[in-house]
């Protein structure tokens, strides 16, 4: 995790991703620009977050560990979009776990310092209601798009999502739970995507060898 203090290049930052335009009151005092590193985590599971996170740049997975030690994946982010509203907002009090897929820039609000103005100003609150709606519906579909399309589609468009500098590495057993499916026939369509030259399976995982065909099979579901 690096800070970023150039004054330059938060301008710039500043310029191209006017986080002014979502608050009713300056809101750059309270503000850092942070950046991660794949794998490195936004939001720590089970702490309070100290930060509301606005992703400018990049990929993360939300996660959930259960009681019996299994890990849940939950959702993907991806820029542009709000982390830690929920805990803003007091619906859970605690975060799940946010790690990044791939390295990722983001605005980093200290709520500590303004909580009672974010929590009280209507033109931030009228678009936390817009994000958290299109959010539901953005779920909804996509759990209608998991019962409706072959495995081999969902899989394509998952390792697209998940993998970073070509390199797909889930957990098979994660990855299975997600998409709704045993492991044993995931591990079958992986084997076909090796065989077909589409993966090639690595010490760190699958290299994607032919980018191309991804995803074309990702894109048969459109």
Do not use: W
């Not at 006017?18 to 009151?25: A, E, I, N, V």
């Not at 991806?78 to 776990?97: R, S, Y």
């Not at 709704?180 to 290299?207: C, D, E, I």
């Amino acid at each position: 995790m690096v800070t970023i203090n150039d004054c330059g290049i938060m301008e710039d930052y500043y310029n191209h991703f006017p986080l002014s335009d979502y608050f009713g009151f300056d809101i750059h005092p309270y503000i850092s620009i942070i950046q991660f590193d794949s794998e490195e985590s936004l939001l720590q599971e089970g702490r309070i977050p100290h930060f509301l996170y606005y992703l400018i740049e990049g990929r993360a997975k939300l996660f959930l560990s259960q009681g019996n030690g299994r890990i849940s994946l939950i959702n993907f982010l991806n820029a542009p979009c709000f982390i830690g509203e929920m805990e803003l907002l007091g619906a859970q009090e605690v975060a799940n776990g946010v790690t990044a897929i791939t390295p990722c820039t983001c605005y980093a609000i200290r709520v500590n310092e303004c909580k009672d103005k974010i929590l009280n100003d209507t033109k931030f609150l009228r678009y936390l209601c817009l994000f958290l709606s299109q959010k539901a519906i953005g779920n909804t579909y996509n759990y209608s798009k998991n019962q409706s399309y072959p495995l081999e589609v969902r899989l394509a468009n998952f390792i697209l999502i998940t993998s970073c500098n070509r390199v797909y590495c889930e957990r098979h057993t994660e990855v299975s739970e997600f998409l709704g499916v045993t492991y044993r026939h995931l591990l079958y369509v992986l084997a076909n995507f090796v065989k077909s030259g589409y993966l090639k399976k690595t010490k760190s995982g699958y290299y994607i060898q032919d980018l191309d065909a991804l995803r074309k099979i990702a894109e048969s579901n459109q």
